[in-house]
């Protein structure tokens, strides 16, 4: 365990009324990075954003910041900390400057800073057209903005967003995504979503939480290399010699499966052209062929799905 | 920290119609007393000139004003109060403030801090009809400064109330009818035992109405301020308290 880490959160519990609500979730986080938090709903992913934000307290488990015990110290780890809760907490009969004004007086930063952090969070993210307009009157993509700007308007090093992109149309959620990235170059990000592509897109450590536990966590760079593997299945109605299929340039590996079928794997090159003409050369009667998905989305199932499933981490990929 | 969340409350009290409607409903009846209380004073003045100590303008015109007005205020802190933290419970912004370096003391201060100040306009703008009595006439101002004390002691333990009514739930009508069944009920509790046999000394202790009387009679009781101050520290404790339990919830 790195002493730099941001976040560092060890064996945290919570319990609501008798159920487990997260259990027994450890895991650290350093500057530069962003960790997709996914899960199905109830999961759990917002009370363990809950608890590390200091709005919720843990049963059990430590969490620091930077360092800082929050419960110990939450003053000082909660100025560290910049948190998006699922619905954005802006005062509607504000205007967006009047409440980013609030907002950056609540977070101690001192009166000369103010102007300039109000206007760095307000371009970032896009405000800067309705700055005079009351929040309640604006639409609710615009409003989740207001609360991504409240959250890193005292530029935080860690910052907390629960599904940041709800409600937001196409665009915004592009234009959401790329000031994630942006900001993951020098804060460390934690987002949660359930939406798998976003993960991909901005994400370069992935979680997965199902019923309280972490059941996967892997950075997206080793899960892509998994996502690589290519593999696709054919079915011959006359089927040939597991060798020909060997021979053809470009496959690693065959399998001979029931009724006919072989799975083959593949390398970069792609074999289907070679094999497509053989098949016809050879009349080998080609009458399936279905690349094989291997996707963030099949190992969220995966794991979310099954009844019984192993909780170590990174097996399941 | 404090002042911030103190200013923010007073300034979203104006935002809102709310605040205007009171101050000018408050005013209008504040003025109606004042003028009747005044009338009052003009029918009895050409006896009152034969007594010897009769009571004066304060006796007259003030006391009255001031026991009345702390009535109205007694409806009226509910709904002022009703909306300070339910209402940003219902709207999910009270994370905005537990995710900011701030404690949960600071929170509670700010909030009764700022409400205080909006009904301590109200008390200004009563204060202004008596001091007007002072072009034409003497007052006893030393009697005067202990109405408003009185006064002024009297809404702030009401706001602590409803402050704490209003962290202990979601919706603002019903932090509204709690705090204002309770505050009756301190105001009314000596009343059980007054009819026949002298109340109980605890009732009476307890009564918000028998520590003000004493002040509005110009009476200074460091027993009388004493028990605002308890009352008002006691309900503040209880709303931090409370929010603290809402980070703990089961």
Redesign the interface.
């Known amino acids: 365990m790195s002493s730099e880490a941001l976040i560092r959160v060890e064996h945290l519990t919570r319990y609501y009324s008798g159920t487990c609500a997260v259990n027994d979730v450890s895991f650290e986080l350093a500057r530069g990075e962003v960790l997709g938090f996914l899960g199905p709903n109830g999961a759990g992913k917002s009370t363990t954003m809950q608890v590390i934000s200091g709005n919720l307290a843990p049963s059990a488990g430590k969490i620091s910041i930077n360092g800082i015990d929050l419960l110990d110290q939450p003053k000082a780890a909660k100025a560290e900390i910049g948190y998006l809760p699922e619905q954005p907490p802006v005062y509607r009969e504000l205007s967006v400057d009047e409440y980013l004004d609030y907002c950056a007086r609540l977070n101690r930063i001192a009166r000369k800073h103010r102007a300039r952090a109000i206007d760095t969070a307000r371009e970032r993210c896009g405000l800067g057209e309705v700055r005079s307009r009351l929040i309640g009157n604006l639409s609710k993509g615009y409003q989740q903005r207001v609360g991504i700007a409240q959250a890193i308007i005292h530029t935080p090093s860690l910052v907390i967003l629960d599904e940041p992109t709800v409600g937001l149309d196409p665009i915004q959620i592009r234009e959401i995504r790329g000031l994630i990235r942006e900001l993951g170059e020098d804060h460390g990000i934690i987002l949660s979503t359930h939406i798998l592509p976003e993960v991909q897109a901005t994400c370069n450590r992935v979680q997965i939480i199902h019923r309280g536990k972490l059941v996967f966590s892997d950075s997206t760079e080793c899960l892509e290399k998994d996502l690589n593997v290519t593999a696709f299945t054919v079915r011959f109605q006359q089927a040939p010699d597991i060798t020909a299929l060997q021979q053809i340039a470009g496959v690693d590996r065959v399998e001979a499966l029931a009724d006919g079928r072989f799975r083959i794997q593949h390398s970069a090159s792609n074999p289907v052209d070679d094999l497509l003409e053989q098949a016809v050369s050879k009349h080998w009667r080609l009458s399936e062929l279905t690349p094989e998905r291997h996707t963030l989305e099949q190992i969220f199932i995966e794991l979310t799905c099954s009844e019984e499933h192993a909780v170590t981490h990174g097996d399941a990929a | 920290?404090i002042f911030?969340?103190a200013g923010?409350e007073l300034r979203?009290l104006f935002?809102?119609p709310l605040a205007w409607a009171i101050l000018g409903v408050v005013q209008f009846i504040y003025a109606y007393l004042f003028l009747s209380q005044v009338e009052t004073f003009m029918a009895l003045q050409s006896r009152l000139a034969t007594l010897d100590g009769a009571p004066g303008v304060v006796d007259i015109v003030v006391a009255p004003l001031f026991a009345n007005a702390a009535v109205l205020l007694l409806l009226i802190t509910p709904l002022i109060t009703m909306r300070v933290l339910s209402e940003e419970r219902r709207?999910?912004?009270?994370?905005?403030?537990?995710?900011?370096?701030?404690?949960m003391t600071e929170i509670i201060v700010g909030k009764y801090l700022g409400v205080l100040s909006f009904i301590l306009i109200l008390i200004g703008m009563l204060a202004l009809m008596p001091l007007s009595l002072l072009v034409g006439t003497d007052l006893d101002l030393g009697k005067l400064a202990a109405g408003l004390l009185g006064l002024t002691l009297v809404v702030s333990a009401f706001t602590a109330i409803g402050i704490f009514m209003s962290s202990l739930t979601e919706q603002p009508t019903v932090a509204a009818i709690t705090t204002f069944g309770l505050l009756l009920l301190l105001w009314i509790i000596d009343w059980a035992g007054s009819s026949g046999a002298p109340a109980s000394g605890l009732l009476a202790y307890l009564s918000v109405l028998h520590h003000y009387e004493s002040l509005l009679k110009g009476l200074f009781s460091s027993v009388d301020v004493i028990y605002y101050l308890l009352i008002t520290i006691l309900f503040l404790g209880f709303s931090i308290r409370r929010l603290d339990a809402d980070?703990?919830?089961?």
């Open positions: 920290m911030t969340i923010r979203s935002l809102s709207n999910r912004t009270l994370s905005l403030l537990f995710s900011a370096p701030i404690s980070r703990l919830q089961h």
